[in-house]
């Protein structure tokens, strides 16, 4: 399961192969139970009322005769997935966004070999839903997302600069929030109240934190009261609250936390020595003397989730009842860089969050040659920010540039973003103005080492044999330092025209330390057309069959050659 799936899955099967499949569901998903009633229909019932989500094993027409008198709101029904005998195909009947269903027969498609059927619109052609940004919308949606869809022009009117994934080139953003739509499809994107007419819908962005202070025993329904109130009466929306905040000493008042649960945010505390450094326009010490700081609702407010005030601006000063104390503060939207490690080319071997975050992105920059891998995944609207080979801080800034200007970014590499990548150079310019999101990928050597056999089974070595950044006295001292620890090696940027002899240096160096019947091996493009694998020892590589594509793989003492395969042995036999 990922963090996708419902908690909740009841499975309905009617025959034995569809109980065969349920099983299958059910051993890969620990929260997946086969519901049993007096007959199906009782059975899909009952999986219906007390499930988050719902996998039939049934004919698509029976699921819908016997759901459909249930249906009431899709923001709350479970999500269905309807599989056929053979198990060929998994619909997605019901709940695709809100409830999950796409995802969900996605997954069950994986784990059956089965063909997930997606018929949601925006699915279809590669959109982003307007249900499925994680935020709350109102209004016009089904009547924005069609204009969307059809081509035709829709404003987004958005307060700040928020992160929103790309949209297609008929979303035209304006710099005026309070235009009026005059006939037009419009979007709008603040916490604020606003009319909504049939051509408006509203997203709701994660803006606003309230802060709350209160007495010992302040019953639920007061705080709520007083919340709802102080939001309607500043023009605030609450589906923007991004969380409630207190001191600590509240963390277990129920009335605070039984009011965030009904709003469906978290509630974040704070000690009082936090509390009482941040500045704010109406301290008390009567509130210092109780709980150890002058402020608690307008100090939390600021806080807000993660600590930074310097986003934040206070919209309503603390507003009180007999056991209750409100603030509401707004903070600014940051940009969202994600550094996305591709792998090492082949699609199979990209992970799903890579492909989910380029999805997520508006703005995605790279080495030309690591974004053709990927444009087929690109969402229509997408910049793409290509360059060639060399500029790899021009990269780095023109990505940071981006996502502290407010926009969703994805900087690609290939491998794992973190190893000789873009990763480094990146974050060296990212600062507080910009959440930054690591996709982890298989790098380079780890597919090398896939096609080799077991080389990396032991203690081991990367090495760039690149002097471009690091002297080459400094690379001839880390390859000496493997080579006396005995570490198995993995030269990354082994050879190329301009640098033709440091990869038999470095080979002489670890021959000094290791029989020459050492193997090495050596694998060009992994994963990618042309691949390539090359076996040898280190007394009979030629370093003419290398280039800038390879990876160089050198044995400890104790790697082997079984069965043409090269194997680092754990070292379990020492043992005995």
Known sequence: MNDTTPARIGLVAATAAGRRHADTLAAAWPHARLVEGDSVADALRAAWAGCDAVVAFLATGAVVRVLAPLLGDKRTDPAVVVVDEAARHAVALLGG?????NDLAEQVGVLLDARPVVTTATDAVGLPGLDTLGWPVRGAVAAVSRAILDGEPVELVADAAWPLPALPPNVHTTAHPDATADGRYRLLVTDRVVPID???????????????GASRGVPAAEVAELLHRVLAEAGLDPASLRCLASADVKADEAGIRSTADALGVPLVTWPATRL????VPHPSEVVRAAVGTPSVAEAAALLG??????????LVGKTATAMATVAVARHAPRGRLAVVGLGPGAADLRTPQAVAELRRAAVVVGLDQYVDQVRDVLRPGTQVLASSLGAEQARAR???AEAAAGRAVALVGSGDAGVYAMASPALEYAD???DVVGVPGVTAALAAGALLGAPLGHDHAYVSLSDLHTPWEVIERRVTAAAEGDFVTVFYNPRSRARDWQLGTALGILGAHRPPDTPVGVVRNASRPGQRVHLATVATLDPAVVDMYSVVVVGNSDTRLVAGRMV?????RWRS
């Open 398 to 400: 023109a990505a940071v």
């Open 305 to 314: 989730a993660d600590g930074r005030t310097d986003d934040a601006t206070l």
């Open 97 to 101: 966004h809100a409830g999950g269903g």
């Open 276 to 279: 009482a450094a941040v500045d």
């Open 568 to 572: 680092t042995p754990r070292g379990y």
């Open 198 to 212: 049939a051509r408006t819908a509203v997203l709701r962005p994660p803006s606003l934190v309230a802060g709350v």
């Open 432 to 434: 507080e103005r910009i």
